[in-house]
T-cell receptor, first 112, second 114 residues
Framework: DQQVKQNSPSLSVQEGRISILNCDYTNSMFDYFLWYKKYPAEGPTFLISISSIKDKNEDGRFTVFLNKSAKHLSLHIVPSQPGDSAVYFCAGDLNQGGKLIFGQGTELSVKP | NAGVTQTPKFQVLKTGQSMTLQCAQDMNHEYMSWYRQDPGMGLRLIHYSVGAGITDQGEVPNGYNVSRSTTEDFPLRLLSAAPSQTSVYFC?????????????FGPGTRLTVL
């Protein structure tokens, strides 16, 4: 049972446009949702998170939206830059000692 | 701060061999976790710890052992390596209470089991 799903393995966007990465979940017990960015041969780095009691969180070019009724969250990157090209993982946090449940990841390619 | 460090960066084992993947953090984080990353599967939790002397199983614990004798270190042991354990392994840590619930990840260990 995949509790967190990212159904798009890849996404290609032009520089300056908006990138929208999507994530669906099934477990209503997630306390937080997090987005991580990963470059090849490096560990994931934290990008932005949202509490399950909120519906939007914004940090610079990055905004995460949470729709609890649809069990869906999305990450918006505006404007997209070539340096944003990476694999993006969403994760649900059960708030049980740091247990994160990750989606499969979406590879974002931002073309100049 | 060095953050989360992992050794070795690369390792090749033969089936049946044993080894320990090392993980250390210098941020005084109580929570530490081990994940493995496989193509198309994302990161999956192997074991985690909420403090020295306390460990618990994650999603895919079979074939792995952990112990936590200090706050800083959280080694992962493979007792008898199998080709299915070929993967990239990441260690992570965090404080129990943070503003963003973020975990900090190490650079990973790439393991190949022949």
């Amino acid at each position: 049972d995949q509790q967190v799903k990212q159904n798009s393995p890849s996404l290609s966007v032009q520089e300056g446009r908006i990138s929208i990465l999507n994530c669906d979940y099934t477990n209503s017990m997630f306390d937080y949702f997090l987005w991580y960015k990963k470059y090849p041969a490096e560990g994931p780095t934290f990008l932005i998170s949202i509490s399950s009691i909120k519906d939007k969180n914004e940090d610079g070019r990055f905004t995460v939206f949470l729709n609890k009724s649809a069990k869906h969250l999305s990450l918006h990157i505006v404007p997209s830059q070539p340096g944003d090209s990476a694999v993006y993982f969403c994760a649900g946090d059960l708030n049980q000692g740091g247990k994160l449940i990750f989606g499969q990841g979406t590879e974002l390619s931002v073309k100049p | 701060n060095a953050g989360v460090t992992q050794t070795p960066k690369f390792q090749v084992l033969k089936t049946g061999q044993s080894m320990t993947l090392q993980c250390a953090q210098d941020m005084n984080h109580e929570y530490m976790s081990w994940y493995r990353q496989d193509p198309g599967m994302g990161l999956r939790l192997i074991h985690y710890s909420v403090g020295a002397g306390i460990t618990d199983q994650g999603e895919v614990p079979n074939g792995y052992n952990v112990s936590r004798s200090t706050t800083e270190d959280f080694p992962l042991r493979l007792l008898s390596a199998a080709p299915s354990q070929t993967s990239v392994y990441f260690c992570a840590s965090r404080r129990p209470s943070t503003q963003y619930n973020e975990q900090f990840f190490g650079p990973g260990t790439r393991l190949t089991v022949l």
